[in-house]
């Protein structure tokens, strides 16, 4: 089993930066790839970012340039920097972690950008 834990998120104004993270606990060393997704109301949840335990990355569109997502394998933990906010990116974000034959899920924090 693996736990999965998000924070950072939060009010912003449109442009300014946030910072989320997440801690994995359990069986952390079986995670391969981790990622960021994010739902808004009323819509199907979304991929943001993805990174590997070797460290490859894959953005969504919607996001390259603006968010970069990074892993400190030592420390059990992702992160998700986000600059120039848009109001459009308003949504929970979910952190998921993958092991091999398992997909795991966090409680989602909250990010909402003000126009």
């Known amino acids: 089993q693996v736990q999965l834990v998000e924070s950072g998120g939060g009010l912003v104004q449109a442009g300014g930066s946030l910072r989320l993270s997440c801690v994995a606990s359990g069986s952390s060393f079986s995670i391969n790839a981790m990622g960021w997704y994010r739902q808004a109301p009323g819509k199907q949840r979304d991929l943001v970012a993805t990174i590997t335990s070797g460290g490859t990355t894959n953005y969504a569109d919607s996001v390259k340039g603006r968010f970069t997502i990074s892993r400190d394998n030592a420390k059990n933990t992702m992160y998700l920097q986000m600059n120039s906010l848009k109001p459009e990116d308003t949504a929970v974000y979910y952190c998921?972690?993958?092991?091999?034959?398992?997909?795991?899920w966090g409680q989602g924090t909250p990010v909402t950008v003000s126009s």
């Open positions: 998921n972690a993958r092991t091999r034959y398992v997909a795991y």
